[in-house]
C-alpha cells in the first residue's frame, strides 16, 4: 500500500462518513480492490449501498453487481439491488 493511496482512503472516508456521494463511491473501490486499504468487500459494499441509497447510478451498479455475485454481500438470486426496494421506500410506485 502506497503513502499517498493510504492518505487519499482516509481523506474519502472523511468525506463519505460526511456523506458526500464521489468520495463513497471511490473508498468503496478502494476497499473492492485493496487499493491503499485493506480489502474489504463487505465495506465496499456497504460504501456503494450508501452512494446508492442516495440515488447514485454508479453506486447501485456496482451493489447490484456484488449482490448478484454474492460478493461482499449475501447472493441476491433474484439478481436486483435491493437498494430500492420495495419501490414504495423510495417514494416511487414503480422499480427505477
Do not use: H
Request: proline content about 2%; aromatic content about 8%.
Amino acid at each position: 500500500m502506497g503513502e499517498d493511496d493510504a492518505r487519499a482512503a482516509a481523506y474519502y472516508r472523511l468525506g463519505a462518513d460526511g456523506g458526500n456521494i464521489d468520495a463513497m463511491i471511490n473508498l468503496g473501490l478502494m476497499l473492492e480492490s485493496g487499493e491503499g486499504v485493506a480489502q474489504d468487500l463487505a465495506a465496499a459494499a456497504a460504501y456503494f449501498r450508501m452512494a446508492a441509497e442516495r440515488g447514485d447510478s454508479f453506486g447501485k451498479l456496482k451493489l447490484g453487481l456484488m449482490q448478484q455475485s454474492g460478493i461482499g454481500v449475501v447472493k441476491n438470486i433474484e439478481g436486483r439491488s435491493t437498494a430500492c426496494w420495495p419501490p414504495s421506500r423510495c417514494g416511487t410506485s414503480t422499480w427505477r
